[in-house]
């Protein structure tokens, strides 16, 4: 799929649309999404796309044989609810604050030959600038072999001064599963599901642990892409749902700040969340391997949902920038179009 058809697709649409509305008369606000679902069907990787908008989800089909109920393993998407996790820790006075060291919860960290590992603080897990080696990529599997993840992670050697320089691993956001687990004195599971997943209105199935038992910070999650738009929708309205205040409206703000730009994918990162621009318009998103995410944008009132096969093949990095395409060009390009109008 090249760019110019998708865009030159986009204004098409909008047009053809737009006549039609109004020769039917209805409200020229209601969206139709023919040129996103005609790509969509194209896209062999592709199991949802969801759209929600001004609080209805006005676009929600399923491909390639998935369906509403099947959840789908939303694998780095688990970071951006990692981080919920802990602003509402703080929010409940768990935790003491983003400033704490880690050091708190690894007292081990004393023994360190590198001194300056007792001075990262939970922050610098959040926004990927605690300076350790990262757990990911080619360090990856070695990591999840390991018979102890927290201590693998811990152990890493540190290539840059805490808090300075952003390097993504996953160890990072498994050190803060392990923190929510001490901290809490329960399972990330569990405080998941109590102060998160039920006042959304659903439940979390067990996800992946490592072998003390401490749930996977950061990957192997599982939700039904309904449940991952309830979670879009509860950022979109700033941590509320029914006048009940989840995750704090603060740590929202916060989490959306970009703290730094990854050198991999040339994006902003926050606490958990990316951020760039679509079509225009300012977006924060949860991304996973593979073409999961939840695209947020406060400014329209939306909320885009995808996922797609994690399996690992040469045309998922074809498939991620096709993704983005369609949902910038058929999606939100016809939306941001309709509000000008």
Known sequence: ??????????????????????????????????????????????????????????????????????????????????????????????????????????????????????????????????????????????????????????????????????????GNTHLLSAIITKATRTSTWQFANDTLARPLGFSLPRWARDPQGIYFGGNDMLMTPRQMVAFGELYLHEGRIDGRQIVPERWIERSWVGRDRSSWSGQMYGYGWWVRDLAGRRAYYAWGFGGQYIFVIPELDLVVVTTSSSTVAEDRRSHRRTLFELVEDLVVGPITARGAS
Not at 29 to 57: C, M, N, T
């Open 1 to 170: 799929m090249r760019r110019i058809a998708i865009g030159l697709a986009a204004s098409l649409l909008v047009a053809v649309i737009a006549g039609a509305q109004s020769a039917r008369g209805q409200s020229p606000s209601a969206p139709a999404f023919d040129a996103a679902l005609a790509a969509a069907k194209e896209l062999p990787r592709l199991h949802s796309l969801l759209v929600s908008w001004q609080g209805s989800i006005v676009l929600e089909r399923y491909f390639n044989g998935a369906t509403a109920t099947r959840a789908a393993n939303v694998k780095s998407v688990a970071k951006s609810v990692i981080s919920a996790l802990v602003g509402i820790a703080i929010d409940r006075r768990f935790i003491a604050g983003v400033e704490t060291p880690i050091a708190t919860y690894f007292p081990e960290l004393a023994k360190d030959r590198d001194s300056r590992k007792r001075t990262i603080t939970i922050e610098d897990l959040l926004t990927m600038r605690s300076g350790l080696e990262s757990t990911s990529n080619r360090n990856y599997g070695a990591w999840v072999l390991s018979r102890n993840w927290v201590q693998f992670a811990l152990a890493r050697p540190l290539i840059a001064e805490p808090g300075t320089e952003m390097d993504y691993s996953t």
